[in-house]
């Protein structure tokens, strides 16, 4: 019985796609993806900025004072740039607030750069 528990919820968190990344990890995804030195942030804004926002971990959700969302490493809002099923949404970078939450950041990354592509930057944090 105990082995069969343990291989479910192993077999759950397997499917879940979600991770804490490590910094250098994350650094080299962030570098391969052209975010150093994007729109005038270096390497290390973006390492800290999400290290503020989700400690790097790419399954972090939070509700904020407002009652919005946040998701993913970069703690992306669901007011503005992600749809879920909770609360209606511009969803400016066309994406499920779901998607954010898996260990492919590809689509956490795109968001990001046009979220820091508006006036405010990265103050948008």
């Known amino acids: 019985?105990?082995?069969t528990r343990w291989l479910l919820l192993a077999a759950l968190a397997a499917t879940s796609g979600a991770k804490a990344l490590g910094r250098c990890q994350l650094a080299q995804l962030l570098q391969r993806?052209?975010?150093d030195?994007?729109?005038g942030y270096s390497l290390a804004d973006w390492l800290c900025m999400a290290f503020y926002e989700s400690n790097f971990d790419t399954a972090a959700?939070?509700?904020n004072a407002d009652s919005s969302t946040s998701f993913g490493i970069f703690q992306i809002n669901n007011q503005l740039w992600c749809t879920d099923?909770?609360?209606p949404s511009?969803?400016?970078c066309r994406v499920a607030?779901?998607?954010l939450l898996t260990s492919d950041i590809t689509d956490d990354?795109?968001?990001a750069k046009k979220i820091v592509r508006r006036p405010q930057g990265m103050d948008a944090w």
Do not use: F, H, V
């Open 90 to 92: 511009e969803n400016l």
């Open 61 to 63: 959700k939070s509700i």
């Open 37 to 39: 030195g994007y729109r």
């Open 109 to 111: 990354i795109t968001c």
């Open 97 to 99: 607030c779901a998607d």
């Open 85 to 87: 099923e909770r609360s």
């Open 1 to 3: 019985m105990w082995a």
């Open 33 to 35: 993806q052209g975010l």
